[in-house]
């Protein structure tokens, strides 16, 4: 997105137009003019402006019929009226039809400019999830797997090349990272895709289950074995069997499975006879698996016989870069889940959550979002809307400049304006609103900090 927005002018005074026009260019905005609202229909199609200001009283075409006209075209363009003839009514009767201020002659530039700042954070918000939309629909990841940072991008290298072949794998990664979603990519990569895919968390199985649950049982096996069951090995014949929290799976059960990895045959408890399975085994585990070994959690055969290859998925800290992608995916999926209309996350609620450091990843990320778009509803997720671990953090972080005895107004100055621009990952637009000064202020401070040899 260019710095620059463009703004469209409409008035039939020609001075009223130069006027604005040079106040807005000094504002940092990119201007066009028209002299009439029929004129302003057809500068709208052939430049697109981001925000129109337009005067109420004009021949023909009218300040409120060209708003009826603009927001028919597009709803979401903000649209400012002024008027040397203004009155209550009429300004109800404005911002109920959709313009986003009603200001009167001779204008306060000053409040214009307010009004102008906040129309800019809007329409670069709305900016940003497009784009953000747009690769959600075309290029969001791997299978279920959402990111494009380079962390990401090296596991997808990994999975493609592992979809070619059947060979076992160990998922590692801390908890909330997705590994069970890699798995599940995996398999859809692999020729097996059109096989079941089953998850299991041995963890959370109780021990005295754990055969039962893996290999299945006959009737009358064991007091309350009612029925024959058949196991997670034969429910995944032909597929892909997930075994989450290996490390966690009883050492007995371990040497057994093993057997199965081998031979590629199970038997029910109460059994006689063996049951051949096909089944492409996937392991997870959020211990580092030569540690899970050495603590005598993991057999060290099996841990031979899983690990062809190791998938370590990356925590979310180490892939901020994934954030916007991720929240507009999670925005996606819960605003119909709550029946909510929850557009995108603001700057400033982006910027607190950049600087967590998501200890549950990012598990712990969708069940923020689920939160904040059950609270915000509609619009944009904002600081507010945040847990308070969250939000308090950024706040404490924002206030974390420490100005040397000594320090000049000018130090200050340069101090709050390259953290900020750390803060906001050097999206000089963004410093620039949180700062409240213009991007030209930011572009000027910063050559002269470049000559000065202060530049970070």
Do not use: C
């Amino acid at each position: 997105m260019s710095d620059e927005l463009k703004i469209l002018v409409v008035d039939d005074e020609a001075v009223m137009r130069e006027v604005l026009e040079m106040r807005l260019d000094q504002m940092g905005y990119a201007v066009h003019t028209a002299a009439s609202g029929e004129e302003a229909r057809e500068v709208t199609e052939r430049v697109g402006p981001d925000l129109v200001i337009s005067d109420v009283m004009m021949p023909g075409i009218g300040g409120m019929e060209l708003l009826e006209i603009l927001k028919t075209g597009d709803p979401r363009r903000p649209v400012v009226l002024i008027t040397a003839h203004g009155t209550v009514d009429l300004a109800v009767e404005a911002l109920k039809r959709g313009a986003l201020d009603f200001l009167t002659k001779p204008l306060d530039y000053d409040k214009l400019e307010a009004v102008l700042e906040t129309a800019r954070t809007d329409i670069a918000q709305r900016q940003a999830r497009a784009r953000l939309e747009s690769t959600l629909d075309s290029d969001a990841g791997l299978g279920e797997l959402v990111g494009r940072s380079r962390p990401m991008r090296e596991v997808y290298k990994l999975l493609r090349m592992l979809g070619e072949s059947d060979a076992s794998a160990i998922v590692t990664g801390e908890s909330g990272t997705g590994k069970e979603l890699a798995a599940l990519t995996l398999h859809a990569l692999s020729a097996r895709s059109k096989g079941p895919f089953v998850a299991v968390n041995t963890a959370a199985i109780p021990e005295t289950l754990t055969e039962s649950e893996l290999f299945g049982h006959e009737k009358g096996a064991f007091t309350g074995a009612l029925r024959s069951r058949t196991g997670y090995f034969e429910q995944a014949n032909g597929g892909t069997l997930f075994l989450d929290e290996i490390s966690e799976m009883p050492m007995a059960i371990q040497a057994k499975l093993l057997r199965v990895l081998e031979d590629g045959r199970v038997r029910r408890i109460g059994s006689a006879r063996d049951l051949e399975v096909d089944v492409r085994v996937l392991a997870a585990t959020n211990r580092r698996p030569d540690e899970a070994v050495d603590q005598g959690r993991l057999r060290r055969d099996v841990f031979y016989r899983l690990s062809v290859f190791t998938v370590e998925m990356p925590p979310l800290r180490d892939r901020v870069d994934d954030l916007p992608l991720l929240i507009q995916h999670f925005i996606r999926r819960f605003n119909p889940k709550h029946g909510a209309e929850t557009e995108g996350i603001s700057d400033a609620a982006l910027a607190a959550m950049s600087s967590y450091r998501w200890p549950g990843n990012v598990r712990e990320l969708r069940n923020v979002i689920e939160r904040a778009v059950i609270l915000a509803r509609r619009g944009w997720i904002e600081p507010v809307h945040l847990p308070p671990f969250i939000r308090d953090r950024r706040d404490e972080a924002a206030g974390s400049v420490v100005l040397p005895a000594g320090s000049t107004v000018a130090d200050a100055e340069r101090l709050l304006i390259l953290e900020t621009l750390k803060q906001m990952d050097n999206n000089k637009s963004r410093a620039a609103r949180a700062l409240g000064i213009d991007v030209k202020t930011i572009r000027y401070k910063l050559r002269s900090y470049a000559e000065e040899g202060h530049a970070e």
